[in-house]
């Protein structure tokens, strides 16, 4: 495997199910995030860690919730979303935070999550 | 202050021709201007980037063009071809690192 992988490719929950997102980087990586992407609206920035600790939480609703036990994986835990939540979620990695502005992101190719 | 406006939404141009996406920006503090690129089925993949110190930036078919007076942008594809259709995003960055993206522009190139 290469790059970023992203587990599973597509999801269809209920409001009331619990469901992860699985997000694995082979880059050797530290920095890892989690974005939403809905149609005509902007990449919408979710979570970021770096170096397995979470400097970012674009004030994202409790019924998301990250996990990132090591900078290789990123999860992405959900219960009781609502239909609103249906989108793409995009995991992405990088170099790491560094404080200087050239931090090419590498996404992988996300889930497709649809809440009924 | 955060945003960054990206138009047109959709761009229909024909095999050959020139395709244009402009983007424009508030925060003067962004100091790194990428484009990805968005197959369908994929995650977007970074195409070119610019720092505002060079007007221009040009790798083989794909040049972007930066005014900072304007706080303007954009992203020509010469010689466009049907394998470019893809949904195109500029976006913007300041320390540390936190990347904020336009709305997209869906190109499609006809033969």
């Known amino acids: 495997e290469t790059g970023v992988t992203q587990t599973p490719r597509h999801l269809v929950m209920g409001m009331t199910n619990k469901k992860s997102l699985k997000c694995e980087q082979h880059?050797?990586?530290?920095?890892m995030y989690w974005y939403k992407q809905s149609a005509k609206k902007p990449l919408e920035l979710m979570f970021v860690y770096n170096f397995k600790e979470q400097t970012e939480n674009n004030s994202v609703p409790s019924r998301f919730s990250p996990e990132c036990p090591n900078s290789s994986h990123l999860f992405l835990h959900l219960h009781t979303l609502q239909p609103e939540d249906s989108a793409l979620y995009l995991c992405?990695?990088?170099?790491?935070?560094?404080?200087?502005?050239?931090?090419?992101?590498?996404f992988g190719p996300g889930t497709r999550l649809t809440v009924l | 202050q955060q945003q960054v406006k990206q138009s047109p939404q959709s761009l229909i141009v024909q095999k050959g021709g020139i395709s244009i996406i402009n983007c424009a920006y508030e925060?003067?503090?962004?100091?790194?201007f990428p484009w990805y690129q968005q197959f369908p089925g994929k995650g977007p993949a970074l195409l070119i980037a610019i720092r505002p110190d060079v007007s221009e930036k040009k790798e083989g078919r794909f040049t972007i063009s930066f005014n900072k007076s304007a706080k303007q942008f954009s992203l020509h594809i010469m010689d466009s071809q049907p394998g470019d259709s893809a949904t195109y995003f500029c976006a913007a960055s300041a320390p540390p690192d936190k990347l904020i993206f336009g709305t997209g522009t869906r190109l499609q190139v006809f033969p």
């Open positions: 880059l050797g990586h530290n920095a």
């Open positions: 925060n003067t503090a962004f100091d790194y």
């Open positions: 992405a990695s990088s170099q790491g935070l560094s404080g200087r502005a050239i931090n090419e992101q590498f």
